[in-house]
């Protein structure tokens, strides 16, 4: 039965695409058929990754934004809609962390962290609401969270507080924009294995932590895709204000 995971004729738009995650998002995107559009800070990586989708046959193109600054989300959005028409799926992706305890962590630290990751998802988000409201058609914008906008961990508390709210404004952007057609859901990875983050795992720490996984491995960011398609598809046209946790079961795992 075809459940409609299918993304023909949209256009989607992922912001922080020149990281592990958000690349690797915009070729799973691709694939299923849809127009993609790489955003970020960094213009240059994000050509290459535009050219790379062109040469596997995938609609790509470039953008920069700095979701920190609503001026730039908003030329953005502008761009995007000069280029491919109105963004039909928006991957809320960009995210920034800060490793130092509680107590160490200075002021400008805290506002860097906060301000990427929630004020600047909720402008993007806004953008993405407002062009399709004004458009008068559905669409579908994901939040990415974290298991840590779940539970804690230490060292991380910018992060993890700023996940936390991430995941509750998914919620309420879920039920003011739901009667637009606009669907608003968080996905919500566990540890992932990037270039970024191979050496901590492979060392005594990093593997203790993998032992508290169940499924006792990390994830990778294929594991996301089937989690990705839903949320992005007509697959999930009854679903909003929903977080799938996506994580080997490391929520589950014992205190």
Same mark, same amino acid.
């Not at 860097?112 to 062009?131: E, T, Y």
């Not at 507080?161 to 566990?190: C, D, F, Q």
């Given at each position: 039965?075809?459940?409609?995971?299918?993304?023909?004729?949209?256009?989607?738009?992922?912001?922080?695409?020149?990281?592990?995650?958000?690349?690797?998002?915009?070729?799973?995107?691709?694939?299923?058929?849809?127009?993609?559009?790489?955003?970020?800070?960094? *213009?240059?990586?994000?050509? !290459? *990754?535009?050219?790379?989708?062109?040469?596997?046959?995938?609609?790509?193109?470039? *953008?920069?934004?700095?979701?920190?600054?609503? +001026?730039?989300?908003?030329?953005?959005?502008?761009?995007?809609? &000069?280029?491919?028409?109105?963004?039909?799926?928006?991957?809320?992706?960009?995210?920034?962390?800060?490793?130092?305890?509680? *107590?160490?962590?200075?002021?400008?630290?805290?506002? !860097?962290?906060?301000?990427?990751?929630?004020?600047?998802?909720?402008?993007?988000?806004?953008?993405?609401?407002?062009?399709?409201?004004?458009?008068?058609?559905?669409? &579908? %914008?994901?939040?990415?969270?974290?298991?840590?906008?779940?539970?804690?961990? $230490?060292?991380?508390?910018?992060?993890?507080?700023?996940? $936390?709210?991430?995941?509750?404004?998914?919620?309420?952007?879920?039920?003011?924009? $739901?009667?637009?057609?606009?669907?608003?859901?968080?996905?919500?990875?566990?540890?992932?294995?990037?270039?970024?983050?191979?050496?901590?795992?492979?060392?005594?720490?990093?593997?203790?932590?993998?032992?508290? %996984?169940?499924?006792?491995?990390?994830?990778?960011?294929?594991?996301?895709?089937?989690?990705?398609?839903?949320?992005?598809?007509? +697959?999930?046209?009854?679903?909003?204000?929903?977080? %799938?946790?996506?994580?080997?079961?490391?929520? !589950?795992?014992?205190?």
């Amino acid at each position: 039965m075809d459940v409609g995971f299918r993304l023909d004729g949209k256009v989607a738009l992922v912001t922080g695409a020149a990281g592990a995650l958000g690349s690797h998002f915009a070729g799973t995107l691709g694939r299923a058929g849809a127009t993609v559009i790489l955003a970020g800070r960094r *213009l240059q990586p994000l050509e !290459q *990754l535009a050219a790379q989708l062109r040469g596997a046959n995938i609609d790509g193109h470039a *953008l920069h934004m700095d979701v920190g600054d609503p +001026a730039s989300v908003e030329l953005a959005f502008r761009q995007a809609w &000069s280029l491919c028409g109105i963004v039909d799926i928006l991957v809320c992706n960009a995210g920034v962390a800060v490793n130092k305890k509680s *107590l160490d962590i200075l002021a400008d630290e805290w506002s !860097q962290v906060v301000d990427v990751n929630l004020k600047g998802s909720w402008l993007v988000c806004k953008q993405a609401a407002r062009h399709l409201v004004d458009a008068g058609k559905p669409g &579908s %914008i994901i939040t990415v969270t974290s298991i840590l906008g779940h539970r804690v961990a $230490a060292a991380v508390l910018p992060y993890a507080a700023s996940k $936390a709210g991430l995941e509750h404004m998914t919620r309420a952007m879920a039920l003011e924009w $739901a009667r637009y057609g606009i669907r608003v859901n968080a996905l919500a990875p566990g540890y992932m294995e990037t270039n970024l983050n191979r050496d901590f795992f492979a060392s005594e720490a990093g593997q203790a932590l993998i032992k508290r %996984i169940p499924q006792r491995r990390l994830g990778t960011p294929r594991d996301l895709d089937g989690a990705l398609l839903l949320l992005a598809s007509d +697959a999930s046209l009854y679903m909003t204000g929903s977080s %799938i946790v996506v994580d080997g079961g490391h929520l !589950q795992s014992s205190l």
